[in-house]
């Protein structure tokens, strides 16, 4: 390789980085170099503020193919060409915990997908389990800062196994559902290339001719669904507490390629005929009634080259969306295509879109401008519309197809949604369960929930009850209560 020499950030040449510019050999470093105050001043800017949720995460990218034309369906582009390959990244990631944490932790895994269309980019942004603690997005910051360290002592721990986090979900029964999954042996993994993925929320597949059905996505694994126990994953976190990260980067690089398959539910039906609200993203809808339609493949085949550039500096958000993508109601959802913007805009400054990674592979072309960071300018005068000194442009893009029809009237008032139904998907899911998995979710439960104190332990017993009798009479014996 040619030599390269050393410059500073403006270019000019460095000819000694290892010493500072000193009065005499022993005297005070010089506030005139220039050299050490730029190679300081940039180390302490290293860090970008960290993800308040997801912060640790792992990266990949790969390509997404639909196995045959969508268009019946959506006129999304990238799902009507069965020979297009739409460029991906995708970051799996552990939610509550800090940068450092084990990959092997009891928590909600990430799992977001960038698609690098024609259309420009789209963001399916969703989790390892189906569903969430919550279904209004205004409750997301009490959520978080219950499962985030104690704002006294600031000791994580472990974020499942505190007066906090169970106070909470004992005053949330919409939480109940969510609990029966994340303390089943799928709240711990060791492998990326082994864990499901869904959107979690409702969105929308519309036709061109305006024709719209709620759809949830689902990520199956090729490599099949695996998960540890909590025995397992706490030797893990001591031993190798980035395992996942590891697995994912090692497989990748050794040639291997790891592939999930996309499915999508739908709903045909008026959701009013439903005895649950498909917009409630503490439910799950029914696979026997709702099969899982096969869509299309990604395969996730190369690694990042510079894991700060690209995993660190990556920003999905659900309102990145395109022609033939809708969103719905769904009041998790609706929060949430505010926030995850807000939140980039935070971290990352206003021009976080024109970071390499997060680039659509599409021109831009609007009267934005400026802002911290600002490296693709527009250009010529008329940064205004409308125009005539640049003949109109940039034109708005001639609609092709039907609009959907849309109507909302009502009034406009704070209230729940009608069909809350907190317990019953809770009861039918630990049914659902092996006798195996059930041990395990129980056993789980009491590890956790026996580091609460008793007002609390019996209020999350009476949750438990209610979804299922025997489920709470497990618990209970596990706690030692009385029911």
């Known amino acids: 390789m040619k030599n ?3 410059t500073t950030n403006q270019g000019a040449p460095i000819t000694d980085n290892q010493n500072s510019l000193t009065v005499g050999r022993d005297g005070p470093t010089l506030l005139q170099d220039h050299i050490f105050l730029e190679k300081l001043a940039h180390f302490d ?9 997801h912060a640790k995460g792992a990266g990949a990218h790969g390509f997404f193919k639909v196995y045959k034309d969508m268009s019946k369906y959506t006129m999304a582009k990238f799902l009507n060409n069965p020979t297009k390959e739409t460029p991906v990244f995708v970051r799996f990631s552990v939610v509550i915990g800090s940068k450092g944490v ?9 799992f977001a997908v960038k698609f690098y269309t024609e259309d420009g980019n789209y963001d399916i942004v969703g989790n390892n389990l189906p569903i969430f603690f919550i279904r209004d997005a205004i409750k997301f910051p009490d959520l978080i800062h219950a499962l985030k360290p104690d704002p006294i002592s600031n000791i994580p ?61 689902h990520w199956i694994p090729m490599a099949g669904e695996k998960t540890i126990d909590r025995f397992e994953a706490e030797k893990l976190a001591g031993i190798d507490p980035d395992i996942a990260s590891r697995d994912l980067f090692d497989t990748l690089a050794k040639g291997k390629t790891v592939d999930y398959e996309l499915r999508v539910q ?35 085949n190369r690694n990042p080259q510079n894991f700060f550039a690209e995993v660190e500096q990556v920003a999905f958000a659900p309102s990145a ?81 039907k609009p959907e029809k849309v109507k909302a009237e ?8 009608e069909k809350t139904n907190d317990y019953e998907q809770a009861g039918e899911r630990y049914r659902s369960l092996s006798k195996t998995q059930r041990d395990h979710l129980v056993s789980n439960i009491v590890d956790a929930l026996g580091y609460a104190k008793k007002d609390i332990q019996y209020r999350m017993l009476n949750n438990f009850l209610k979804a299922d009798q025997d489920f709470g009479r497990r618990v209970a014996k596990g706690l030692g209560l009385n029911h």
């Open 321 to 401: 969306i395109v022609p033939g993508i809708g969103f719905t109601n769904d009041k998790l959802l609706q929060g949430r295509l505010f926030s995850y913007t807000d939140t980039h805009m935070h971290r990352l400054g206003k021009n976080f879109l024109q970071l390499p990674i997060n680039r659509p592979i599409v021109p831009i072309n609007n009267n934005m401008q400026d802002g911290p960071a600002q490296y693709l300018p527009n250009k010529g005068t008329t940064n205004y519309n409308p125009n005539s000194l640049n003949n109109g442009n940039p034109h708005p893009v001639p609609f092709s197809g």
């Open 157 to 217: 721990g472990d974020s499942a196994k505190n007066n906090r986090f169970w106070d909470y979900i004992s005053l949330t029964p919409e939480a109940t559902h969510m609990i029966t999954w994340l303390f089943s042996d799928l709240g711990t993994i060791k492998s990326y290339r082994t864990m499901k993925g869904a959107g979690v929320n409702t969105y929308k597949w519309i036709n061109f001719e305006g024709e719209s059905k709620l759809i949830k996505y």
């Open 266 to 300: 739908m709903i045909d039906e008026d959701e009013d005929d439903l005895d649950f609200d498909p917009l409630d993203a503490t439910k799950t809808w029914p696979e026997k009634k709702f099969p899982l339609m096969p869509v299309g493949m990604m395969t996730l």
């Open 410 to 417: 009502g009034t406009i008032k704070r209230r729940e949604i």
């Open 102 to 110: 084990a990959d092997t932790v009891r928590d909600v895994r990430g």
């Open 45 to 53: 800017r290293e860090r970008i503020p960290e993800r308040v949720v």
């Open 4 to 6: 390269q020499h050393l």
